[in-house]
């Protein structure tokens, strides 16, 4: 499964959008970019995934770059329980398992 | 709304006594997965189950975690002896795999057991 590279931490305003960015430069054609997010003391949430188009879910959107080389994750109005670590993670469709790596630590500020 | 159920909550244990942890999947989801989350770092899979069959674990500690899936629905994942380094999150989740007819295997995650071992 491809690596990706995450910023270690965002902060972002409450009422604007986060846009998180993911690098995966080594994506392979059928691999897929997935988004979980994990609020403190909780287990992982599924947030969104997407192979070659954009996508865009009650939650969030997700931009994938022409050459898939990366994306972004966008939480259009952010609030504060958006507060979280958002992990990036490209794999095969059904095949494979997830690899989280750090994540990115975004902060929703008042 | 069908959530992944996990018990305990939390865990304290002294070094070299033995401790289980049970999870309850989603009903009807195929597979399986025990996941163990080191404080500041992403989850690390340690076995995912099909039905009642182990497809991977190649991160599993054998000498001293165990972990079974009897009947292809909970799941229990033991450690014997614990060691300090064992603390840390542990987390379930499960999806519906094959069965579900997913071109995707979306998880979902149970809230964990927090294990502490002094």
């Known amino acids: 499964d491809a690596k990706t590279t995450q910023p270690t931490s965002m902060d972002c305003a409450e009422g604007r959008a986060a846009n998180l960015p993911c690098n995966h430069s080594t994506i392979s054609g059928n691999e897929y970019v997935y988004w979980y997010r994990q609020i403190h003391s909780q287990g992982p949430q599924y947030i969104i995934h997407?192979?070659?188009n954009n996508e865009t879910n009650e939650m969030a959107s997700l931009i994938i770059t022409e050459d898939r080389k990366s994306s972004t994750l966008i939480l259009p109005h952010a609030t504060l329980r958006d507060t979280a670590v958002y992990y990036c993670?490209?794999?095969?469709?059904?095949?494979?398992?997830?690899?989280f790596g750090k994540g990115t630590k975004l902060s929703v500020k008042p | 709304e069908a959530e992944v159920a996990q018990s305990p909550r939390y865990k304290i244990t002294e070094k070299s006594q033995a401790v289980a942890f049970w999870c309850d999947p989603i009903?009807?989801?195929?597979?399986l997965y025990w996941y163990r989350q080191i404080l500041g770092q992403g989850p690390e899979l340690l076995v995912q189950?099909?039905?009642?069959?182990?497809?991977?674990d190649s991160q599993l500690p054998k000498d001293r975690f165990s972990a079974e899936r009897l009947k292809g629905v909970d799941s229990t994942l033991k450690i014997q002896p614990a060691e300090l380094g064992d603390s840390a999150m542990y987390l379930c989740?499960?999806?519906?795999?094959?069965?579900?007819?997913?071109?995707?295997?979306?998880?979902?995650f149970g809230p964990g057991t927090r294990l502490t071992v002094l």
């Open positions: 993670i490209v794999k095969g469709g059904s095949q494979g398992n997830l690899i």
């Open positions: 189950f099909q039905d009642e069959s182990v497809v991977d």
């Open positions: 009903s009807g989801h195929a597979t």
């Open positions: 997407g192979l070659k």
């Open positions: 989740a499960s999806s519906p795999g094959r069965s579900g007819g997913y071109s995707y295997n979306e998880q979902f």
